[in-house]
């Protein structure tokens, strides 16, 4: 059964709806990716999911629960996390304290210890510095206080939206190896990421999104030999 | 003359540590939530005479009844935001100027009908203290002493308590504390009621200098904007500084002008922050 639905959702801003109808399932311990050009929705899909928008129309579930009427903290304590585009880090307090707030729900206080320790592990720069200022830190440890973070929230779905934006090949690959390893503990993950070829690469199953509504779905390694998808996202 | 000037100052400069307290509460609902709170004033004012009817109805030491007036204030914080500004929290500015002023004219109202505007105040003397060749009533100094226990406490609590942390994620990026789980609109109700709660402190601190009247938090709301912007909106430990500068300057200016020039120093010293240093003299965000 899948961990997270998304049935048939519309959504937009004020006066511009974006997505018309969008089908989307996350089945348990799988990487799935979102693919798609920019500015056709995929963040506003996040954010419609997370509850940071309400939809038009549709709805989320998680758990096999309608969660499409709750706030975006009550999501993010049943387990649904985001990693949002832009890092979007308490920029004014620590790299401890982001990850402090990062554990903020009840269920995550409770594994505090044991999953501070797996963010040290997995990201050792940020064990160096936990006393600086979370703005002071260079885009790439940004991004890996960012996924510390959510990681820290206790997620039991982790969502990424633009993993690699603005990040240099070598700091790009150093986040596409934490992920490959968050996967085999067996996480559920939810990946947006402009570099289709790696995220294809590492996932299990993919949507292309296209014109508002998925426009092709399939595994991911299916997709990534797919003559359409080649073309219009991988440039070949 | 060198020793009045050192007098005047000491004066000033006790008096300043309780206008920190008040625009600490302003500059605190400022930072978390970019609302100028209008109604600070007339919560000063309240403040004030939460301490005088405790003290004159029930005996209440009037250092002791400003426990009971931080607890009242915070509460009427809550119910103010939850009232008036929640719903207007993410409008422009205008919206939750006008709300606030909304509130300021209704306390003020009310006020006016039940304590009248003949001036009250508290009939408790602690003596006076001599340093030297200084001497000022112990009131002032017992004041300072209030105020940077209230520094205190609101420091302690924004940098080592959950929710104290929870205030300082809210105001850096409320999105995103609101993605970690943090209830966002339960933390900016907290935020208003501790603003709010400085405030009533702060004018309870005042009531055992000067009589006062329920219009009385009117000058000490206008200090407080005076005080933010030198020190910068948002940032506590400026407002006490802040607090300091402008106390020091209306202990100082007397001796050398008239009392009534010390409005225009202290606005144009305003305007000139502003002009000059738009972040405040020790240059937050």
């Not at chain 1, 505090?112 to 440890?141: C, I, M, W």
């Not at chain 1, 969502?159 to 150093?174: F, K």
């Not at chain 2, 909304?102 to 408790?124: E, L």
């Not at chain 2, 602690?126 to 004041?143: I, N």
Request: one cysteine or more.
């Amino acid at each position: 059964m899948a961990i997270l639905e998304v049935n048939d959702i519309a959504s937009g801003y004020e006066g511009v709806q974006i997505l018309w109808g969008v089908n989307l399932k996350l089945e348990p311990g799988k990487l799935t990716t979102l693919v798609g050009s920019n500015g056709v929705g995929k963040t506003t899909l996040l954010k419609t999911v997370m509850g940071l928008i309400q939809p038009i129309n549709g709805s989320v579930s998680f758990q096999g629960e309608d969660v499409t009427n709750l706030s975006a903290h009550a999501r993010a304590n049943a387990g649904m996390v985001l990693v949002p585009e832009g890092r979007q880090l308490f920029t004014e307090m620590t790299i401890y304290e982001n990850l402090e707030m990062g554990a903020f729900s009840p269920r995550a206080r409770a594994t505090f210890n044991q999953n501070l320790d797996k963010v040290y592990e997995l990201f050792p720069r940020l064990k160096e510095r936990t006393r600086q200022k979370a703005g002071t830190l260079s885009g790439g440890e940004q991004q890996m206080v960012a996924v510390g973070r959510g990681l820290m929230a206790e997620p039991e779905v982790l969502m990424l939206d633009e993993l690699s934006l603005g990040l240099s090949p070598l700091l790009a690959l150093t986040l596409f190896e934490a992920l490959t390893r968050l996967k085999k503990t067996g996480l559920t993950m939810l990946l947006v990421e402009q570099n289709v070829t790696m995220a294809l690469a590492v996932s299990d199953y993919a949507y292309v999104l296209a014109e508002g509504k998925v426009h092709l779905e399939g595994p991911a390694r299916e997709l990534s030999k797919n003559d359409e998808v080649r073309r219009t996202y991988l440039g070949i | 003359m060198l020793d009045q000037l050192i007098s005047s100052l000491t004066d000033g400069l006790l008096l300043g540590f309780v206008y920190g307290v008040a625009a600490m509460g302003l500059t605190l609902i400022w930072g978390v939530m970019s609302v100028i709170n209008l109604a600070h004033g007339p919560v000063i004012a309240l403040g004030m005479f939460g301490t005088y009817l405790l003290f004159t109805h029930l005996g209440v030491n009037p250092y002791l009844a400003m426990v009971p007036v931080a607890g009242a204030g915070l509460i009427a914080g809550l119910v103010i935001y939850v009232i008036a500004v929640h719903r207007v929290i993410n409008a422009p500015h205008l919206s939750s100027l006008l709300a606030t002023f909304a509130v300021n004219m209704i306390i003020i109202g009310v006020g006016t009908a039940v304590f009248s505007t003949s001036p009250q105040n508290i009939d408790y003397s602690l003596g006076s203290v001599e340093v030297g060749f200084l001497t000022f009533p112990a009131s002032r100094l017992v004041g300072a002493f209030g105020a940077i226990l209230v520094t205190a406490c609101l420091y302690l609590f924004l940098y080592f308590t959950r929710p104290g942390k929870a205030i300082r994620a809210v105001a850096n990026n409320r999105m995103a504390a609101e993605l970690m789980g943090i209830p966002s609109s339960r933390v900016l109700a907290l935020s208003f009621g501790l603003g709010t709660m400085m405030a009533a402190v702060a004018g309870g601190l005042i009531a055992t200098f000067f009589p006062f009247t329920i219009l009385s938090g009117g000058p000490y709301e206008l200090k407080s904007f005076v005080i933010c912007v030198l020190g910068g909106l948002g940032n506590p430990l400026g407002a006490l500084v802040g607090g300091l500068i402008l106390g020091g300057l209306e202990g100082l200016i007397p001796t050398f002008m008239p009392v009534s020039w010390v409005p225009v120093v202290e606005f144009g010293l305003f305007v000139l922050v502003l002009l000059v240093r738009p972040t405040g003299l020790f240059g937050a965000k």
